[in-house]
């Protein structure tokens, strides 16, 4: 039976007796201590997970995002545990984690990137031809209300984000995108003044991740795929690098007059970079 559904508590659990047995001498437990230092996501051999267990590593590939939230969760933990890193914990910040290793079928060209792999963890390779600039994304809005001397918090997601319709806390629902604009006035009709200062933002960039030439069949046209990243992996390459990205697959909605015709836009939700 293969290990795809489960609740983020249960995969954490999982995570917090592998990341800590005594079978891998401690290598995990010291790499999220050197990504912490290094101010680095922390990334995951699947090859690990798959030779303890083969069917939770297909069960990662197949249903990524659930288990990553729980492997965030679980580096979060040991971070929290440890005294010497406890300096380094900066109120809710979250310790990004990543996936590398053999992905067997999952790995791809963008020309390959067929519907069967939607919403699955892919490793996608070819050569990157465009890049946007960085910038800040809004993740959480601090307001001040000079009336009532009180601060108004608030948290934004996306159809991008990884969290999307999983319910991160047992009893605190499913978490779903929220709107994007910003309130003024409380629900006393105070008015709010933006804290930019306050507020916590993330890295943004997005590229264009093309086949490369010599994959291409003679006379067809290389086909790209949008990949998106965030925090550390930002400014990580440049037009004309080869490039191995890791991440999960998505469809994005889109909408004109509230109607769709079906046909979604595709990107890559990049966890992982290597050149």
């Known amino acids: 039976m293969l290990i795809e559904n489960g609740s983020v508590e249960?995969?954490?659990?999982?995570?917090?007796?592998?990341?800590?047995?005594?079978?891998?001498?401690?290598?995990?437990?010291?790499?999220?201590?050197?990504?912490?230092?290094?101010?680095?996501?922390?990334?995951?051999?699947?090859?690990?997970?798959?030779?303890?267990?083969?069917?939770?590593?297909?069960?990662?590939?197949r249903r990524p995002r659930v288990q990553m939230i729980a492997l965030q969760e679980s580096v979060m933990e040991i971070w929290k545990s440890d005294p010497e890193l406890g300096k380094y914990l900066r109120g809710d910040v979250e310790k990004q984690v990543g996936i590398d290793g053999s992905f067997g079928l999952h790995s791809v060209t963008p020309r390959g990137l067929t519907s069967n792999f939607l919403n699955t963890l892919v490793q996608v390779e070819g050569i990157v031809t465009k890049c946007s600039s960085v910038r800040p994304k809004l993740i959480k809005s601090v307001q001040y209300c000079p009336i009532t001397k009180s601060y108004v918090q608030r948290e934004f997601r996306d159809v991008t984000s990884l969290d999307i319709g999983i319910e991160v806390r047992e009893g605190a629902g499913e978490r779903l995108p929220t709107g994007s604009t910003m309130a003024t006035k409380d629900a006393n009709e105070n008015p709010l003044d933006f804290e930019y200062g306050l507020c916590q933002y993330k890295d943004y960039q997005t590229l264009v991740l093309q086949?490369?030439?010599?994959?291409?069949?003679?006379?067809?046209?290389?086909?790209?795929?949008?990949?998106?990243?965030?925090?550390?992996?930002?400014?990580?390459?440049?037009?004309?690098?080869?490039?191995?990205?890791?991440?999960?697959?998505?469809?994005?909605?889109?909408?004109?007059?509230?109607?769709?015709?079906?046909?979604f836009k595709t990107v890559l939700i990049c966890n992982n970079a290597s050149i």
């Open 211 to 263: 086949e490369m030439p010599e994959k291409a069949k003679v006379g067809q046209l290389p086909r790209s795929v949008d990949v998106i990243l965030e925090y550390d992996l930002v400014d990580h390459v440049k037009p004309g690098d080869r490039v191995l990205c890791v991440g999960v697959y998505r469809s994005l909605p889109s909408q004109q007059n509230n109607q769709t015709n079906g046909v």
């Open 10 to 61: 249960h995969f954490k659990r999982k995570f917090n007796d592998f990341l800590n047995e005594n079978g891998h001498e401690g290598k995990y437990v010291e790499r999220i201590r050197q990504s912490i230092l290094e101010k680095k996501r922390f990334i995951l051999n699947i090859n690990d997970v798959r030779a303890r267990e083969n069917d939770w590593a297909t069960g990662l590939i």
